[in-house]
């Protein structure tokens, strides 16, 4: 919804301004949007514009007051084909690789009250009310959000998006990405989630017509991977000064399990510290604590239910606090490492870990899409197909954002830089607006050599201006 200027000259060649609320309708028979006007207002003369603007905003974000949505310029059931479409163009371009197709999810919160409970159908399309409470990877629990899943290929190119209910759970997801990606015919593509995906339905429907996986282990929650897996003796081998794996099989013929035990030397010593400096609080902590008190004292209590503590301590003689070796221990022999499951036997134990690892592209993804430019939140439409047209034009934009990336082997914020360079002067000279470009910099004539871009002419635009009315 926006607010649109209309002119009447009259007879006398003055010309009058009329202010029209409208908003953007599809038009099913022109199959193109098209203006349809709300409501008709006084000349502009008499009116205040930017009270007029705060109010078809304010329209816009709190609620239709009966009026109907303007539909989506692409249904959703043509959406898929756009992403199709645009992906395979841009993975041609770069000759990229859909060997590796990584999936993640993350949650985008709503700052309103009231979860969404109408299930929309637009053009034979419905979409399940997607604004619901669950568990925010944003610590907003208490929020309505929606979880957005992410594609992508090794170069970081997003290949789809979807958009599911906030209470969805991760590990129901896959199915459908594996379901919806069928049709796309990437060839031999490997699979790699993390451990929110692991799940025996995951696993079965991701092997399902030869499909091959890498997947993240939850080692802290599984039995079997503390006493087959970890507990396995053996020697990792070094891949690079940041990855050492060590290949483990669990079970034979149909419950066989091949495991990929990796482990980050730098890491492992980063969590060794950190560990440190907790127990030395923890000691602190302790050494405060009253040994003539009750012991449950409030302080006591606050220490066992401490995130920070709590996982080392246990109850020693006469119910007393006291730091739990063993636990201590247990962490030890944690530190710096992770777990993968994988069901291609092709893969080498090397290979397995370095595709995992290529999994933090998608992490940085996500950052981008929240705390950069490309802003996925917050997001001032409250109708399912509008919310997912606004997810997939961020993800369009972090598309254009990666193939600027891999043309230039520059990074973003860089090439934005050197192009925010490039401006259009407006001035006037002898009765004539010209509009005209400044001059290239070395830096972005170069970005724009790179991109295949044409350098902006020099003059945009000429205007001569109309003579000023003779005297009476």
């Known amino acids: ?11 006398d060649g003055s010309v009058v301004e009329y202010y029209q609320l409208a908003e953007t309708r599809w038009d099913a028979t022109k199959r193109q949007p098209t203006a349809h006007i709300v409501h008709n207002f006084d000349r502009a003369d008499a009116l205040d514009r930017e009270a007029l603007r705060r109010s078809a905003r304010s329209i816009a974000r709190v609620g239709h007051a009966g009026l109907d949505v303007p539909a989506e310029v692409a249904p959703p059931g043509e959406s898929a084909a756009i992403e199709r479409e645009i992906f395979f163009r841009t993975a041609d371009l770069f000759n990229a690789d ?29 979409l399940p009310a997607l604004r619901k409470r669950g568990h925010s990877k944003d610590r907003r629990d208490g929020d309505p959000q929606v979880i957005v899943g992410l594609a992508l290929t090794r170069e970081g190119l997003p290949v789809r998006t979807w958009v599911f209910p906030g209470n ?18 990437l060839g031999r593509a490997i ?18 017509g030869l499909g091959h996986y890498i997947l993240a282990m939850p080692i802290g929650k599984l039995k079997e991977i503390q006493e087959a897996v970890l507990a396995r003796p053996g020697r990792f081998r070094v891949v690079n000064d940041q990855l050492e794996v060590k290949e483990v099989v669990v079970g ?21 510290r950190h560990r440190e400096e907790i127990l030395a609080g923890l000691k602190a902590e302790l050494a405060r604590l009253d040994p003539k008190a009750a012991q449950h004292s ?6 066992v239910a401490s995130q920070r503590y709590g996982r080392y301590l246990v109850r020693g003689p006469r119910g007393r606090l006291a730091i739990n070796i063993e636990a201590v221990r247990a962490a030890e022999r944690m530190d710096g490492k992770y777990v993968l499951l994988t069901n291609d036997d092709t893969l080498t ?11 933090m592209i998608i992490e940085a993804c996500f950052r981008r899409m929240k705390t950069t430019g490309l802003r996925i939140r917050p997001i001032y439409h409250w109708t399912a197909h509008r919310i997912v ?35 259009a002067v407006r001035y006037q000279v002898q009765g004539t607006t010209i509009v005209q470009s400044t001059r290239l910099t070395a830096e972005a004539a170069a970005v724009l050599k790179k991109l295949n871009i044409p350098p902006p002419s020099r003059i945009l635009q000429l205007e001569k201006l109309a003579p000023a009315p003779a005297a009476t």
């Not at 590796?100 to 919160?109: A, M, N, R």
């Not at 409030?298 to 220490?303: F, H, N, V």
């Open 191 to 208: 699979f790699v989630g993390d451990a929110g995906m692991d799940s025996d339905a995951n696993r079965r429907a991701l092997a399902k």
């Open 168 to 185: 969805t759970v991760d590990a129901t997801t896959v199915a459908r990405v594996k379901d919806d990606l069928r049709g796309w015919k």
């Open 1 to 11: 919804m926006y607010l649109r200027v209309t002119r009447r000259r009259n007879r």
């Open 349 to 359: 134990a090397e290979d397995v870990g370095l595709g995992y690892k290529s999994m």
């Open 298 to 303: 409030k302080r006591a209590c606050e220490l």
């Open 252 to 272: 034979t013929g149909e419950r066989r399990r091949r495991y990929i035990v990796c482990r980050n030397q730098r890491e492992a010593d980063r969590q060794g």
């Open 98 to 126: 859909v060997d590796l197709i990584f999936w993640d999810t993350t949650s985008v919160y709503f700052e309103v009250e009231d979860e969404d409970e109408v299930v929309e159908t637009r053009r034979g399309t419905t």
């Open 389 to 423: 047209s606004h997810v997939k034009l961020c993800a369009l934009a972090l598309l254009i954002e990666r193939a600027a990336e891999l043309r230039t082997g520059d990074t973003w914020r860089n090439l934005r830089l050197a192009l925010d360079e490039i401006k």
